[in-house]
Protein backbone atom coordinates (compact mmCIF):
# COMPACT_ATOMS: atom_id res chain seq x y z
CA UNK A 1 0.00 0.00 0.00
CA UNK A 2 1.41 3.51 -0.62
CA UNK A 3 2.53 5.56 2.21
CA UNK A 4 -0.10 8.20 1.92
CA UNK A 5 -2.98 5.60 1.85
CA UNK A 6 -5.01 4.87 5.46
CA UNK A 7 -7.22 2.43 6.10
CA UNK A 8 -10.59 4.37 8.00
CA UNK A 9 -12.31 1.32 10.19
CA UNK A 10 -15.46 3.41 12.13
CA UNK A 11 -17.77 1.08 13.59
CA UNK A 12 -19.01 -1.80 11.13
CA UNK A 13 -17.36 0.61 8.27
CA UNK A 14 -14.47 0.31 6.56
CA UNK A 15 -13.03 2.37 3.86
CA UNK A 16 -9.34 3.54 2.30
CA UNK A 17 -8.48 7.46 2.12
CA UNK A 18 -5.32 9.08 0.34
CA UNK A 19 -3.67 11.67 2.96
CA UNK A 20 -2.97 13.71 -0.53
CA UNK A 21 -6.80 14.70 -1.44
CA UNK A 22 -7.87 17.44 1.11
CA UNK A 23 -11.35 16.67 -0.10
CA UNK A 24 -14.04 14.44 1.53
CA UNK A 25 -13.72 11.00 -0.46
CA UNK A 26 -13.17 7.11 0.06
CA UNK A 27 -12.55 4.07 -1.64
CA UNK A 28 -15.31 1.47 -0.16
CA UNK A 29 -14.75 -2.06 0.89
CA UNK A 30 -17.30 -4.27 1.06
CA UNK A 31 -17.79 -3.63 4.84
CA UNK A 32 -20.54 -1.11 6.23
CA UNK A 33 -23.50 -2.14 4.95
CA UNK A 34 -26.86 -3.75 4.89
CA UNK A 35 -26.67 -6.17 1.97
CA UNK A 36 -26.65 -9.81 2.18
CA UNK A 37 -26.02 -12.91 0.39
CA UNK A 38 -23.24 -13.05 -2.34
CA UNK A 39 -23.76 -8.47 -1.54
CA UNK A 40 -22.61 -8.47 2.01
CA UNK A 41 -22.66 -5.96 3.44
CA UNK A 42 -21.83 -2.81 1.51
CA UNK A 43 -22.89 -3.45 -2.14
CA UNK A 44 -23.33 0.01 -4.13
CA UNK A 45 -24.57 -1.51 -7.52
CA UNK A 46 -28.25 -2.15 -8.33
CA UNK A 47 -27.93 -4.54 -10.88
CA UNK A 48 -25.89 -6.93 -8.80
CA UNK A 49 -28.83 -9.14 -8.38
CA UNK A 50 -29.10 -7.46 -4.65
CA UNK A 51 -32.59 -5.24 -2.83
CA UNK A 52 -32.54 -2.22 -3.85
CA UNK A 53 -34.10 -0.89 -0.77
CA UNK A 54 -30.43 -2.34 0.52
CA UNK A 55 -28.49 -0.39 -2.35
CA UNK A 56 -30.33 2.86 -0.69
CA UNK A 57 -29.91 2.03 2.68
CA UNK A 58 -26.02 1.69 1.88
CA UNK A 59 -25.78 4.89 -0.11
CA UNK A 60 -27.53 6.71 3.21
CA UNK A 61 -25.21 5.08 5.24
CA UNK A 62 -21.87 5.87 2.95
CA UNK A 63 -23.27 9.45 2.84
CA UNK A 64 -23.52 9.56 6.49
CA UNK A 65 -20.32 8.22 7.39
CA UNK A 66 -18.36 10.62 4.81
CA UNK A 67 -20.47 13.84 5.78
CA UNK A 68 -22.08 13.81 2.30
CA UNK A 69 -25.23 15.14 1.33
CA UNK A 70 -26.99 11.46 -0.09
CA UNK A 71 -29.51 13.34 -2.81
CA UNK A 72 -26.63 14.72 -4.48
CA UNK A 73 -24.43 11.25 -5.29
CA UNK A 74 -24.05 11.48 -9.17
CA UNK A 75 -23.03 7.72 -10.70
CA UNK A 76 -20.69 6.86 -13.73
CA UNK A 77 -22.59 4.40 -15.98
CA UNK A 78 -19.59 2.05 -17.05
CA UNK A 79 -19.83 0.56 -20.23
CA UNK A 80 -16.17 0.06 -20.72
CA UNK A 81 -15.73 3.36 -23.38
CA UNK A 82 -14.05 6.67 -22.99
CA UNK A 83 -16.79 9.32 -22.50
CA UNK A 84 -16.25 11.99 -19.92
CA UNK A 85 -18.89 13.70 -19.00
CA UNK A 86 -19.13 17.35 -16.80
CA UNK A 87 -21.69 17.50 -13.61
CA UNK A 88 -23.95 20.42 -13.84
CA UNK A 89 -26.65 21.05 -11.15
CA UNK A 90 -29.68 19.61 -14.14
CA UNK A 91 -26.99 16.38 -13.63
CA UNK A 92 -26.73 16.34 -10.20
CA UNK A 93 -28.57 13.29 -8.53
CA UNK A 94 -27.69 10.89 -11.76
CA UNK A 95 -28.35 7.25 -11.23
CA UNK A 96 -29.43 7.36 -7.67
CA UNK A 97 -32.34 10.06 -7.68
CA UNK A 98 -32.15 10.71 -11.55
CA UNK A 99 -32.72 7.98 -14.26
CA UNK A 100 -29.46 7.73 -15.92
CA UNK A 101 -28.90 9.81 -19.30
CA UNK A 102 -25.18 9.27 -20.02
CA UNK A 103 -23.30 6.53 -20.58
CA UNK A 104 -19.67 8.32 -19.60
CA UNK A 105 -17.22 5.93 -17.79
CA UNK A 106 -15.49 9.23 -15.83
CA UNK A 107 -17.29 12.25 -14.62
CA UNK A 108 -16.10 15.93 -13.43
CA UNK A 109 -17.22 19.17 -11.70
CA UNK A 110 -16.88 22.14 -9.90
CA UNK A 111 -20.21 21.66 -7.94
CA UNK A 112 -19.71 21.75 -4.02
CA UNK A 113 -21.09 19.44 -2.14
CA UNK A 114 -21.90 16.81 -4.51
CA UNK A 115 -20.39 13.27 -4.59
CA UNK A 116 -19.32 11.70 -7.60
CA UNK A 117 -19.32 7.81 -7.49
CA UNK A 118 -17.44 5.27 -10.11
CA UNK A 119 -17.24 1.71 -9.09
CA UNK A 120 -14.64 -1.29 -8.79
CA UNK A 121 -14.21 -4.48 -8.23
CA UNK A 122 -11.10 -5.24 -9.94
CA UNK A 123 -11.21 -2.32 -12.48
CA UNK A 124 -9.57 1.07 -11.70
CA UNK A 125 -11.07 3.63 -10.20
CA UNK A 126 -8.95 7.20 -10.05
CA UNK A 127 -9.89 9.83 -8.23
CA UNK A 128 -8.86 13.68 -9.67
CA UNK A 129 -8.86 17.09 -7.33
CA UNK A 130 -6.83 19.79 -8.61
CA UNK A 131 -6.43 22.18 -5.67
CA UNK A 132 -5.85 24.87 -7.31
CA UNK A 133 -9.19 25.54 -8.82
CA UNK A 134 -11.06 23.24 -6.63
CA UNK A 135 -12.72 21.22 -9.20
CA UNK A 136 -12.83 16.82 -8.63
CA UNK A 137 -13.09 14.18 -11.02
CA UNK A 138 -13.56 9.90 -10.85
CA UNK A 139 -12.64 7.56 -13.51
CA UNK A 140 -13.59 4.16 -14.35
CA UNK A 141 -10.92 2.18 -16.22
CA UNK A 142 -10.49 -1.45 -16.77
CA UNK A 143 -7.88 -2.65 -19.38
CA UNK A 144 -9.82 -1.14 -22.55
CA UNK A 145 -10.46 1.88 -21.07
CA UNK A 146 -6.97 2.03 -19.76
CA UNK A 147 -6.20 1.44 -23.46
CA UNK A 148 -8.38 4.15 -24.49
CA UNK A 149 -7.03 6.96 -22.55
CA UNK A 150 -9.66 7.60 -20.68
CA UNK A 151 -7.12 8.66 -17.74
CA UNK A 152 -5.60 11.34 -19.69
CA UNK A 153 -8.85 12.12 -21.74
CA UNK A 154 -10.40 12.90 -18.09
CA UNK A 155 -7.74 15.43 -17.45
CA UNK A 156 -8.11 17.02 -20.74
CA UNK A 157 -11.71 17.72 -19.77
CA UNK A 158 -10.55 18.99 -16.28
CA UNK A 159 -8.68 21.52 -17.75
CA UNK A 160 -10.91 22.31 -21.12
CA UNK A 161 -14.34 22.48 -19.03
CA UNK A 162 -13.72 23.37 -15.88
CA UNK A 163 -10.36 24.96 -16.52
CA UNK A 164 -7.87 22.39 -13.86
CA UNK A 165 -4.10 23.01 -13.82
CA UNK A 166 -2.26 20.12 -14.96
CA UNK A 167 0.41 21.20 -12.73
CA UNK A 168 -1.42 20.97 -9.43
CA UNK A 169 -3.72 18.25 -10.23
CA UNK A 170 -3.85 15.33 -7.49
CA UNK A 171 -4.92 11.65 -9.06
CA UNK A 172 -5.50 8.66 -6.45
CA UNK A 173 -5.19 5.11 -8.37
CA UNK A 174 -7.48 2.82 -5.92
CA UNK A 175 -7.55 -0.80 -4.98
CA UNK A 176 -7.80 -2.44 -8.39
CA UNK A 177 -6.27 -6.01 -9.62
CA UNK A 178 -2.86 -5.47 -9.89
CA UNK A 179 -0.29 -7.41 -12.82
CA UNK A 180 0.44 -10.04 -10.53
CA UNK A 181 -3.13 -11.31 -10.09
CA UNK A 182 -4.08 -9.58 -13.78
CA UNK A 183 -3.18 -12.86 -16.18
CA UNK A 184 -4.86 -12.52 -19.42
CA UNK A 185 -4.45 -13.80 -22.82
CA UNK A 186 -2.31 -12.24 -25.67
CA UNK A 187 -5.52 -10.36 -27.01
CA UNK A 188 -4.95 -8.09 -24.04
CA UNK A 189 -1.77 -6.97 -24.17
CA UNK A 190 -2.23 -6.79 -28.51
CA UNK A 191 -5.53 -4.64 -28.05
CA UNK A 192 -3.12 -2.20 -25.34
CA UNK A 193 0.00 -2.03 -27.63
CA UNK A 194 -1.84 -1.37 -30.90
CA UNK A 195 -3.52 1.72 -29.03
CA UNK A 196 -0.89 2.91 -27.31
CA UNK A 197 2.04 1.32 -29.24
CA UNK A 198 5.49 0.35 -27.68
CA UNK A 199 5.52 2.29 -24.82
CA UNK A 200 3.05 -0.37 -23.29
CA UNK A 201 5.92 -3.28 -23.44
CA UNK A 202 7.79 -2.77 -19.89
CA UNK A 203 4.23 -2.97 -18.45
CA UNK A 204 4.01 -6.22 -20.06
CA UNK A 205 5.13 -9.76 -18.55
CA UNK A 206 4.84 -13.17 -20.22
CA UNK A 207 4.70 -15.89 -18.20
CA UNK A 208 4.11 -19.05 -20.34
CA UNK A 209 1.44 -18.71 -22.67
CA UNK A 210 -0.32 -15.88 -20.93
CA UNK A 211 0.21 -12.71 -20.06
CA UNK A 212 0.23 -10.35 -16.85
CA UNK A 213 -0.72 -6.60 -17.65
CA UNK A 214 0.21 -3.75 -15.22
CA UNK A 215 -2.71 -1.28 -15.28
CA UNK A 216 -1.65 0.80 -12.88
CA UNK A 217 1.79 1.06 -14.05
CA UNK A 218 0.03 1.91 -17.63
CA UNK A 219 -2.09 4.42 -15.86
CA UNK A 220 0.76 6.49 -13.90
CA UNK A 221 2.91 6.73 -17.17
CA UNK A 222 -0.39 7.91 -19.39
CA UNK A 223 -1.02 10.58 -16.24
CA UNK A 224 2.35 11.63 -16.11
CA UNK A 225 2.71 11.62 -19.86
CA UNK A 226 -0.78 14.29 -19.61
CA UNK A 227 1.40 16.64 -17.54
CA UNK A 228 0.74 15.72 -14.04
CA UNK A 229 3.53 16.14 -11.74
CA UNK A 230 5.66 12.60 -10.87
CA UNK A 231 4.71 13.19 -7.18
CA UNK A 232 0.83 13.99 -7.79
CA UNK A 233 -0.01 10.44 -9.23
CA UNK A 234 -0.61 8.28 -6.76
CA UNK A 235 -0.91 4.05 -6.80
CA UNK A 236 -2.91 3.31 -3.98
CA UNK A 237 -0.68 -0.16 -4.27
CA UNK A 238 -3.91 -2.34 -2.95
CA UNK A 239 -5.16 -5.23 -4.86
CA UNK A 240 -8.71 -6.53 -4.83
CA UNK A 241 -8.09 -9.78 -5.47
CA UNK A 242 -4.96 -10.09 -3.33
CA UNK A 243 -7.33 -8.88 -0.60
CA UNK A 244 -10.58 -10.26 -1.38
CA UNK A 245 -11.41 -10.85 1.96
CA UNK A 246 -11.94 -6.83 1.89
CA UNK A 247 -12.84 -6.14 -1.35
CA UNK A 248 -15.08 -7.80 -3.90
CA UNK A 249 -12.83 -9.28 -6.64
CA UNK A 250 -14.63 -10.03 -9.79
CA UNK A 251 -12.19 -12.86 -10.83
CA UNK A 252 -12.27 -14.15 -7.36
CA UNK A 253 -15.89 -14.30 -7.26
CA UNK A 254 -16.21 -15.44 -10.46
CA UNK A 255 -18.69 -12.30 -10.96
CA UNK A 256 -20.80 -13.19 -7.79
CA UNK A 257 -20.16 -9.73 -6.25
CA UNK A 258 -21.63 -6.79 -4.82
CA UNK A 259 -19.62 -3.71 -6.43
CA UNK A 260 -17.60 -0.80 -4.42
CA UNK A 261 -17.38 2.58 -4.71
CA UNK A 262 -14.43 5.26 -5.03
CA UNK A 263 -16.22 9.06 -3.82
CA UNK A 264 -14.94 12.15 -4.23
CA UNK A 265 -16.70 15.62 -2.91
CA UNK A 266 -15.69 19.02 -3.19
ZN1 LIG B 1 -3.12 -9.53 -6.36
Redesign the pocket.
Known amino acids: MHRSMCRVQSGPFVYYTCRRLPVRHAFTTKYGGVSTGHCESLNLGFSRGDEEASVRENYRRLAEALGVDEKRFTLTRQIHETEVSVVGEEQVGMGLHRPMAWRSDAIVTALPDTPLCGFYADCVVTLLYDPATHTAGVAHAGWRGMAGGILPKTVEVMVARLGARRESLIAVLGPS ?2 Q ?2 FETDADVPEAMERLLGVAVRPYIREKGAKFHVDLQGIGVKLLRDAGLAPENVIDSGL ?1 T ?2 HSDEFWSHRATRGVRGVQGGVICL
Open positions: IRECCMC
